[in-house]
């Protein structure tokens, strides 16, 4: 008997909550007639329309006419000179390379009088720690 009741008490405030609701759209409907939200929507498109044009005017048009066959031959293109730039990145250091290797040979034909105490780098270095 005490579930009936609960039951319907649960019930007429779902009811209550229905009338309500639907007390409120009809009042928020008085307020919005179909001609109004008909205007409303007009002057948004409207606007919609004009922010284009003005988009276009100040060169957004260019994003739009991109094709994928001209962004992938930019993109082609761009590839080839990084491909450029690492090959002459690599050719410089080839240089640099060849470069040591000649300062390397200067200083082992240096020769050091006899009776001289050199050590070599890798001692001098291991000693300075």
Known sequence: MVLAIEDTLVQAQFVAGVKEGTRMLQEM???????????????????????????????????????????????ASLMVHDEDEAEEVEEQAGK???????????LHSVQVPSGTDVAPPSEVAASSS
């Open 29 to 75: 409907r008085q307020q919005m007639d179909l001609d109004k939200v008909d205007d409303i929507m007009d002057d948004l498109y409207s606007e919609v329309e004009i922010h284009k044009d003005i988009t276009r005017m100040l060169g957004g048009e260019h994003a739009d006419s991109f094709s994928d066959a001209s962004i992938e031959s930019e993109l």
């Open 96 to 106: 640099r390379e060849v470069e040591r290797e000649g300062e390397l040979d200067v």
